[in-house]
């Protein structure tokens, strides 16, 4: 007597599963690059803006030096974050 879990019907099942979960894995994937490419963005206005800081000379120095120090530290600190955004469970 044949295995009932050898039936067209369970192997159809069973591929359909594993589909089902390889998509879901690839939809987490497109997720978590999704955030790292919206973090990076961040970073790179956050850097646009601390570009226009350094270029303003009109601004005393201690505005400038302040201004600047506080939007290089968020840079950072936004790309950082992006690279610690964990890989999705497989």
Do not use: N, Y
Not at 26 to 32: C, F, I, M, P, S
Not at 43 to 68: G, K, S
Not at 78 to 86: M, W
């Amino acid at each position: 007597m044949p295995d009932p879990a050898d039936t067209p019907e369970d192997k159809a099942h069973a591929a359909a599963t594993e589909i089902g979960d390889l998509a879901g894995h690839l939809w987490l994937l497109a997720h978590v690059e999704g955030i790292r490419d919206g973090l990076e963005v961040a970073a790179v206005m956050a850097d646009a803006c601390l570009q226009v800081f350094v270029a303003d000379e009109a601004l005393p120095a201690e505005v400038r030096r302040v201004v600047i120090d506080l939007l290089s530290g968020l840079r950072d600190r936004i790309r950082l974050q992006a690279h610690q955004v964990p890989e999705p469970a497989r």
